[in-house]
């Protein structure tokens, strides 16, 4: 089996847990996700499967869309609902000045990761020496909002918006940092990634629906990859199976054919082309 799932994950398990359920269901050996999700949140998960987990350093670092719910009034460690409070305050901003401090964020800004979080730090992740204990600071990263449209205010003290932004922003800094803009604190109670680069909430199955499809819900990995195609003369398919070079007159990455067969993708520079991820099923 080789190809993409665009898994719909529940809040409450990790994407590593995800991905294990993932494996039982398929019989698979090789599967891993694509871009991390807390357990907290729900939402799109890409999960390679096969030689498609090649595909990691396309398909990760993609643009993403959140649907995001800020509770203010307490701050918590880990920055969202399943961690120990550590502030309070009884200074709920209103509406408007949340909404302006949310637009302030549009941008490219230098954003302090949460210290629950993947980030390595001398060699260590964040979390792990967070949990341990010990007095952790991330570095600030430039990240991008380009857009943030505030959906509802279900209570006085909760605002929902929809933020789509580059990877490897942290929506829990984004509420931590708009609720401190306000001279109060907040704490991400909820959180949907709708898309994940060009896969898409709606294009999505559960776990569920997994377990009663299987393998139907493993698409194509020559359709999630957003390359030009190129079709390889029939005369060089040896070449292509035994990765030697092709003359091309042409430069850039392409997905590459050859007598109606996806291969992988290929890199062409200085007159030559060779496939760089090899992705025939069952070679």
């Known amino acids: 089996m080789n190809g993409m799932i665009v898994l719909n994950k529940p809040s409450g398990i990790s994407s590593a ?19 991390t999700l807390d357990p907290m949140a729900e939402g799109v998960l890409a999960i390679g499967v096969g030689k498609a987990t090649r595909l990691f350093d396309y398909l990760c670092g993609k643009d993403k869309t959140y649907v995001a719910k800020f509770k203010f009034g307490s701050e918590t460690d880990t920055l969202d609902a399943l961690g120990t409070v550590t502030a309070t305050t009884t200074d709920i901003p209103s509406i408007d000045a949340v909404s302006n401090a949310m637009q302030s964020l549009v941008g490219r800004i230098e954003q302090v990761p949460p210290a629950y979080s993947a980030k390595h730090i001398d060699g260590k992740r964040a979390y792990a020496l967070a949990r341990g204990g010990a007095p952790v600071e991330p570095k600030p990263v430039t990240v991008e909002i380009y857009g943030a449209e505030l959906v509802c205010q279900p209570r006085m003290d909760e605002a929902v918006f929809k933020i789509d932004c580059s990877s490897g922003t942290y929506i829990r800094s984004i509420c931590r940092d708009v609720g401190r803009m306000c001279g109060s604190l907040a704490t991400l109670t909820f959180l949907r990634r709708t898309r994940s680069g060009s896969f898409r909430i709606e294009d999505s199955v559960t776990l569920d629906d997994l377990e009663a499809i299987k393998g139907e819900a493993v698409r194509p990995a020559e359709t999630v990859i957003d390359l030009p195609r190129y079709d390889v003369p029939p005369e060089h398919e040896s070449d292509l199976k035994n990765g030697r070079r092709i003359g091309f007159d042409a430069e850039g990455r392409f997905k590459i054919y050859c007598l109606g067969k ?5 890199a062409a520079a200085d ?8 992705l025939v099923d069952g070679d």
């Open 17 to 35: 847990a995800a991905v294990a359920r993932v494996k039982r269901m398929l019989g698979e050996k090789t599967v891993g996700h694509m871009g």
């Open 262 to 266: 996806f291969y992988g993708i290929g």
């Open 271 to 278: 007159g030559a082309l060779k496939i760089i991820t090899y």
